[in-house]
Antibody, heavy 120, light 107 residues
């Protein structure tokens, strides 16, 4: 059974930093690209970032480029999102999601999300 | 960057009605269009990928069509369990932009 379990969310002040983690199991982690998607309270889905299966390709939404860094540790089946210079606009539920081995399909499994709240 | 525009933003229909949701890309994306369903308080679920291929386990009353810039999601006979917000997403190259969502309710 595929499992994606996010952690690391919390309440922090504007300008702060946070690292989200996602523990993956139940599939061949090294074969799948992974992504972070966020959803602000009462709002729609926003793609944040994707990392290729080998970690060499990373892609970001303009809204987070230069502030967020996606990474993965294939030896531990872990996905990360380092978030710096956070603002209130980054307040959201952050989902970890996987792509199937065949690219161009979408995100076939999602975690339950971890909540990040940025407020003074 | 390519923008994804969904319409309508919300709709209300009777059980058994045919429901159509539209997603328009600001530039062509081939057939790399994915649909998700998000029920209230739940995690998004992949419904349809590459415009028209149903994900395993998705009821056949759901269908997708289109190509290039214009795509549709159709529910042939709306059921109470279909109450959800539906999102399209371009899944060709980054940025993998989502549409704004369409909230479907029962009248």
């Amino acid at each position: 059974e595929v499992q994606l379990v996010e952690s690391g969310g919390g309440l922090l002040q504007p300008g702060g930093s946070l690292r989200l983690s996602c523990a993956a199991s139940g599939f061949i982690f090294t074969s799948c690209a992974m992504a972070w998607v966020r959803q602000a309270p009462g709002k729609g889905l926003e793609w944040v970032s994707t990392i290729s299966s080998n970690g060499r390709g990373t892609y970001y939404a303009d809204s987070v480029k230069g502030r967020f860094t996606i990474s993965r540790d294939n030896s531990k089946s872990m996905l990360y999102l380092q978030m710096n210079s956070l603002t209130a606009d980054d307040t959201a539920l952050y989902y970890c999601a996987k792509e199937p081995q065949t690219l161009g399909i979408g995100l076939d499994y999602w975690g339950q999300g971890t909540l990040v709240t940025v407020s003074s | 960057d390519i923008q994804m525009t969904q319409s309508p933003s919300s709709l209300s229909a009777l059980v058994g009605d045919r429901v159509t949701i539209t997603c328009r890309a600001s530039q062509g994306i081939g057939n790399f269009l994915t649909w998700y369903q998000q029920k209230p308080g739940k995690v998004p679920k992949l419904l349809i990928y590459k415009t028209s291929t149903l994900q395993s386990g998705v009821p056949s009353r759901f269908s997708g069509s289109g190509s290039g810039t214009d795509f549709t999601l159709t529910i042939s006979s709306l059921q109470p369990e279909d109450v959800a917000t539906y999102y399209c997403q371009k899944h060709d190259t980054a940025p993998l932009t989502f549409g704004g969502g369409t909230k479907v309710e029962i009248k």
